[in-house]
């Protein structure tokens, strides 16, 4: 005869217990806190089949099944309004750009893919040309208003107009075209940046004797790490919903990750295991050498900071002043700068030339930044 106490506080295990005394063929199962019907008749009828009784064990079971069913899928994406729209009306004309220009537009497939986009490579350029057309179209009208409105000859305003109706597309799909390369340098550079602490925490997640499967989950789940994490969570997702063995889920993040650094790791991680190397040597020599390289790229910014910085000050603080003071002197003894005045050369270079000079410099530190 076999009971189940399903973590009860009303006096049920003591019953039980001076029960079992009196008959040595009570068997009973005692759980530390209430898990439900389903989980109790479970474990009874489990404890039926066998002659060894291990309530913790049930416990736990019960626990990995709760965890199962209770578990967070992952995140589904749904199709946009835009993106339908896109597909319905101009994908035959991203068909023919697509075979006429192979080699631009496989650049772009595999940069969507690296910049860990959330959407088919085939929307994404139906909807990049769907915009370049729209507003081709859009420009017309807004054109010819405002031109009319600088009471421009007609001749200038249907020139303008045309300019405008040709510039326009081709802007919209220029900045639609290089965006997923902006992401993909930017995931890059955060993978790079977190690789060297992200390779330390593996090593001592490995240490302590846990599987590789189980180390990306704990990692990916603590979001430290910039895009180090979500490239993890997609090896546990690969791993928990598609069935793929862990070597299989390395390799295939290995082959879409934008950090050429960070795919040498990966497969390195999976030589690791299929030789039966000790992967713990292998991350604490990996995050030594990361550590060591983050050091030396940091050092090289920072000593290339102060050129930059003796530059700034005297191409955009020093000359400016001395712009200003000189064209100041020219205009106390009447002088002018050909058809311009004076004060009207100042004025576009306090307000106009020097404000585009100072972002120009910060593109110019965006682009020179390490990817660390």
């Not at 009306?89 to 750009?97: A, C, D, F, M, N």
């Not at 350029?125 to 807004?142: C, D, K, M």
């Amino acid at each position: 005869m076999i009971f189940v106490d399903d973590g009860s506080s009303d006096g049920t295990m003591e019953i039980l217990l001076d029960l079992r005394e009196k008959n040595p063929n009570v068997k009973i199962v005692s759980f530390s806190r209430n898990f439900g019907q389903t989980a109790a008749l479970s474990a009874g009828i489990d404890v039926s089949k066998g002659d060894i009784l291990d309530p913790h064990m049930l416990e736990r079971q019960i626990r990995e099944i709760k965890s199962v069913i209770n578990r967070k899928g992952p995140d589904t994406y749904k199709a946009s309004a835009l993106g339908y729209l896109a597909n319905m009306t101009v994908r035959k004309l991203s068909i023919y750009l697509i075979e006429k220009f192979p080699d631009m537009f496989r650049r772009l497939y595999t940069e969507i893919r690296k910049a860990n986009m959330k959407i088919l490579a085939n929307t994404y350029i139906n909807i990049i040309v769907f915009l370049s057309v729209f507003s081709g179209f859009a420009a017309i009208p807004l054109a010819i208003v405002i031109f009319t409105l600088q009471s421009l000859p007609i001749y200038l305003i249907l020139l303008y107009t045309l300019l405008s109706a040709v510039a326009v597309p081709f802007a919209s799909f220029f900045l639609g075209y290089y965006y997923p390369f902006m992401l993909s340098k930017s995931r890059r550079r955060s993978i790079n940046t977190n690789m060297p602490f992200a390779i330390d925490h593996m090593a001592s997640v490995i240490a302590s004797g846990v599987s590789p499967a189980t180390m990306f989950k704990l990692i990916s789940a603590s979001k430290e790490y910039g895009d180090i994490s979500v490239e993890f969570e997609k090896i546990t997702n690969y791993v928990d919903f598609f069935g793929y063995d862990i070597i299989t889920a390395i390799k295939a993040i290995s082959l879409n990750t934008p950090s050429s650094d960070f795919k040498e790791f990966l497969d390195g991680f999976v030589s690791t295991i299929e030789t039966g190397g000790d992967l713990k040597e292998y991350l604490s020599q990996k995050s030594a050498e990361a550590l060591l390289n983050y050091r030396l790229e940091r050092q090289k910014y920072v000593e290339s900071l102060s050129t930059y910085s003796d530059i700034y000050t005297g191409v955009l603080i020093a000359a400016p002043l001395f712009f200003v003071t000189a064209l100041s002197l020219v205009s106390v003894l009447g002088g002018s700068l050909g058809p311009y005045s004076v004060n009207s050369v100042i004025t576009f270079g306090t307000y106009v030339a020097i404000p585009i000079m100072n972002i120009l410099f910060l593109f110019f530190l965006e682009l020179n930044q390490p990817d660390i």
